[in-house]
């Protein structure tokens, strides 16, 4: 599986952006996918994460409210949809895929993921 991250910039406090990521390859329909972030010095933060096929959904507290993940079968592709961002959303995001279902539990855990996308960088200006 390739993963194609887009969508990054630059936005304003208060401001909203949609990040893409788009899929090709193998099938990922019984996977769940997911997006990452990460600042420099930090460890890779969970933010989001879907079931390619049943639509399942689950956010990290920092993201319930504001952001909203979702998929579109007949592109391949996984959003983000981010709104009302602060300074601390700043960081490069990643979109990644593979954490089987059975990994209800851990989906929070990259290393459930196999497939990694390149990283888009969002900058949110205060």
């Known amino acids: 599986v390739q993963l194609q991250a887009s969508g990054g910039g630059l936005v304003q406090a208060g401001g909203s952006l949609r990040l893409s990521c788009a899929a090709s390859g193998r099938t990922i329909s019984s996977y769940f996918m997911a997006w990452f972030r990460q600042t420099p010095g930090k460890e890779r933060e969970f933010v989001a994460t879907?079931?390619?096929?049943?639509?399942?959904?689950y956010y990290a507290d920092s993201a319930k409210g504001r952001f909203t993940i979702s998929r579109d079968k007949a592109k391949n592709t996984m959003y983000l949809q981010m709104n009302s961002l602060n300074a601390e959303d700043t960081a490069v995001y990643y979109c990644?895929?593979?954490?089987?279902?059975?990994?209800?539990?851990?989906?929070?855990?990259?290393?459930?993921?196999?497939?990694w996308g390149q990283g888009t960088l969002v900058t949110v200006s205060s």
């Open positions: 990644a895929a593979g954490a089987p279902a059975w990994a209800i539990h851990y989906l929070r855990d990259d290393r459930q993921y196999n497939y």
């Open positions: 879907i079931h390619w096929s049943g639509g399942d959904t």
